[in-house]
């Protein structure tokens, strides 16, 4: 079992930068492909990126290609979201979840474990 804890969201003016962290405790989290989910008020909760146990393969949600970047420290048990030129859109809570496999990795359904979340609020 893993327990992941997000830091590093807050409220920033359009056009900055955050870079979030997830912090893994408990077991083997270098054995979980990693991804990261937001979700806006009103709105399902939306795939934004997942990375592989390696850290080689790094994929992306429609709304995330080019200014988000997702990476990992498996010696710091961490994985990481940057997040550049913020748009209000990218308002939502941020979310990092851990699952076995890369299979399905859109799906939330198919993460076993998730943190609590944290804010990202963009003004304009």
């Known amino acids: 079992q893993v327990q992941l804890v997000e830091s590093g969201g807050g409220l920033v003016q359009a056009g900055g930068s955050l870079r979030l962290s997830c912090a893994a405790s408990?077991?083997?989290?270098?054995?979980?492909?990693m991804g990261w989910f937001r979700q806006a008020p009103g709105k399902e909760r939306e795939f934004v990126a997942v990375?592989?146990?390696?850290?080689?393969?790094?994929l992306y949600g429609s709304s995330a290609k080019g200014r988000f970047t997702i990476s990992r420290d498996n010696a710091k048990n961490t994985v990481y979201l940057q997040i550049d030129t913020l748009k209000p859109e990218d308002t939502a809570v941020y979310y990092c979840?851990?699952?076995?496999?890369?299979?399905?990795?859109?799906?939330?359904?198919?993460?076993?474990?998730w943190g609590q979340g944290t804010q990202v609020t963009v003004s304009s």
């Open positions: 408990g077991h083997s989290f270098s054995t979980y492909v």
């Open positions: 990375i592989s146990v390696s850290g080689n393969t790094r």
């Open positions: 979840a851990a699952k076995a496999t890369m299979l399905r990795y859109t799906a939330a359904s198919e993460y076993n474990y």
